[in-house]
Antibody, heavy 120, light 111 residues
Framework: QLQLQESGPGLVKPSETLSLTCTVS??????????WGWFRQPPGKGLEWIGN???????YYNPSLKTRLTISVDTSNNQFSLKLSSVTAADTSVYFC????????????WGQGTMVTVSS | QSALTQPASVSGSPGQSITISCTGT?????????VSWYQQHPGKAPKLIIY???YRPSGFSSRFSGSKSGNTASLTISGLQAEDEADYYC???????????FGGGTKLTVV
């Protein structure tokens, strides 16, 4: 059964870089049938698409975050990662990783999410 | 401000039916059938309940149905149950940047 698990620091200082990893188990991240994506949800607010990556390394970023964002894939460890630089309190959110099928472009499998707080 | 517009809240009684609307533009919902709906209970991850406008994931309740007309998608929940109380989000693929957009979410209360 496919599972996604986010990991990374729960507290990041302002102006530093937020780094998260999503570990995929139960399927290969190297499949050509899926996108692997990141989302976030500020406390009490709605969902925001951050960006996604294909196994080949092709990336698609939310233009509102593009200048600070890097998403990468590590096929050898079946993981993909998120780096968001120069963070501020506005980046405080629950961060989710997810998988979409290319055929339907729906985010059908989600990790449980990880809370990241930006504070000094 | 979210790219897709949903009502902030809806309510219904057990056994009743409710419909949540999701209004976009001709660049997202109006162009693509890649419209999805997600259910989110407090403190939990979103759960896909409808994809491709009206398809249900395998094993998911037939009480949930989706449709689309023009730039507006709709989620209908029939036979409301207490466990349906949650936040519901619509989403659409756009084909350009940003690739995916969401609605602001609708809080369903089963009274």
């Amino acid at each position: 059964q496919l599972q996604l698990q986010e990991s990374g620091p729960g507290l990041v200082k302002p102006s530093e870089t937020l780094s998260l990893t999503c570990t995929v188990s139960g399927d290969s991240i190297s499949s050509s049938s899926y996108y692997w994506g990141w989302f976030r949800q500020p406390p009490g607010k709605g969902l925001e698409w951050i960006g996604n990556i294909f196994y080949s390394g092709s990336t698609y970023y939310n233009p509102s975050l593009k200048t600070r964002l890097t998403i990468s894939v590590d096929t050898s460890n079946n993981q993909f990662s998120l780096k968001l630089s120069s963070v501020t309190a506005a980046d405080t959110s629950v961060y989710f990783c997810s998988r979409a099928r290319l055929q339907y472009l729906e985010w059908g499998i989600w990790g449980q999410g990880t809370m990241v707080t930006v504070s000094s | 401000q979210s790219a897709l517009t949903q009502p902030a809240s809806v309510s219904g009684s057990p056994g009743q039916s409710i419909t949540i609307s999701c209004t976009g533009t001709s660049s997202d919902i109006g162009t693509h059938n890649y419209v999805s709906w997600y259910q989110q209970h407090p403190g939990k991850a979103p759960k896909l309940i409808i994809y491709n406008v009206s398809y249900r994931p395998s094993g998911f309740s037939s009480r949930f149905s989706g449709s689309k007309s023009g730039n507006t998608a709709s989620l209908t929940i029939s036979g409301l149950q207490a466990e349906d109380e949650a936040d519901y989000y619509c989403s659409s693929y756009t084909g350009f940047s940003p690739q995916w957009v969401f609605g602001g979410g609708t809080k369903l209360t089963v009274v």
